[in-house]
């Protein structure tokens, strides 16, 4: 099971991302060893979504972090509607 997930700083920057391992990547995040995580503060998970393969994880993460994707994350609306989604 891979997840693609969204996380927050306290700027309202997201860092969006694909993991195997949910819970040891946020501890990465947490503790500073990721280099573009490390600066931001306050951070927190604020969306997630699960797949079977790391390819459909993989291409949905790069959906999100397309035009369309980063409008997507904004309409909270729609979030609450999509089937394999979590809003945190």
Do not use: C, P
């Not at 459909?56 to 989604?85: I, N, P, T, W």
């Amino acid at each position: 099971m891979f997840t693609v997930y969204v996380l927050k700083d306290g700027k309202e920057k997201l860092y969006k991302g694909v993991t195997n391992n949910l819970k040891r990547r946020l501890a990465e995040h947490h503790s500073g060893h990721t280099l573009t995580t490390s600066r931001m503060k306050s951070l927190k998970l604020v969306y997630k979504e699960e797949y079977d393969t790391f390819e459909e994880a993989r291409k949905r993460e790069l959906y999100l972090k397309s035009a369309a994707g980063r409008r997507f994350l904004k309409d909270k609306s729609r979030l609450s509607s999509v089937g394999r989604a979590t809003l945190l």
